[in-house]
């Protein structure tokens, strides 16, 4: 199959649904399910001996554990639940099959299914560069092709960026919304408007042990926001109110309801 000429009627889907029905059919009729709602089209694999790391994580945006199977995959799936135009994943969300060479069918299932604001889905595969087989690069391929022919975007990502990962990651400790205190967020959106220091403007709200976990909570929502590509966070690290909250609304315009 050329993956430049693939339809959405060449590819059959198979998945399994939130009430752990499993259902197949071709991608031009299944499409408009809620992907980020299933249930894993595969169990997660443990065994001695095992090779890659699996587990589950919780996720901010869905509530709930999204599962991976490898740490690259929780580190990706980590980025996701920290991108604020992100309302819903899942993992393993579907198996795609088509017919290969001499009528062989080849199967392939993406690692995500993420759901945007604007309601736009993308399907995400998660590999390094150095480890795509030819193969394997034909399956991207294809599946690119599918995706386009419903209207949802692919992607294909390897290693992220290691200063952004280390910072999000430290953040992602404090994305419960048990972090939360109304009172202490308020404060801090008030010192923070017109951007400070890290722990200047910690300090300025109270106590510290207090205020630390609230403030990187508000940096996990996108309230607050700061440079987590360059460096490090730190002591010194310039923080400011952020543009962007959850959906991609307008922090200042709603830091009534975030304090609140």
Known sequence: MDAREVSAEDVE???????????????G????VRFES??????????RGQGNWCGWYWSAT????VGYESWLERDRLM????????????SQPFR?????????????????????DAGTALVVDVRPDDRIEPQDAVKFAVTASACRSVGWDFTRVGTPDAVLMANVRWLAGYRHPRVHRPDVAGRLMEVFAGG?????GARWVGDQIAVLPVLFHLLWRRILTTDLETGLLSADTQVRLGM??????????????ASG
């Open 13 to 27: 889907l198979e998945y399994v649904s939130a009430a752990g029905v499993r259902e197949r059919g071709p991608l």
């Open 29 to 32: 009729r299944l499409w408009p």
């Open 38 to 47: 299933v249930r894993p089209e595969r169990r997660f694999p443990a065994f």
């Open 62 to 65: 869905c509530g709930g554990h």
């Open 79 to 90: 980025l996701l639940d920290f991108d604020p135009l992100v309302t819903g994943m899942s």
């Open 96 to 116: 795609l099959s088509w017919a290969g060479p001499g009528g062989r069918r080849v199967r392939h299932t993406p690692d995500y299914f993420v759901r945007r």
């Open 196 to 200: 400070a220091g890290l722990l200047d």
């Open 244 to 257: 962007v909250r959850e959906g991609g609304g307008n922090a200042v315009a709603s830091a009534t309801a």
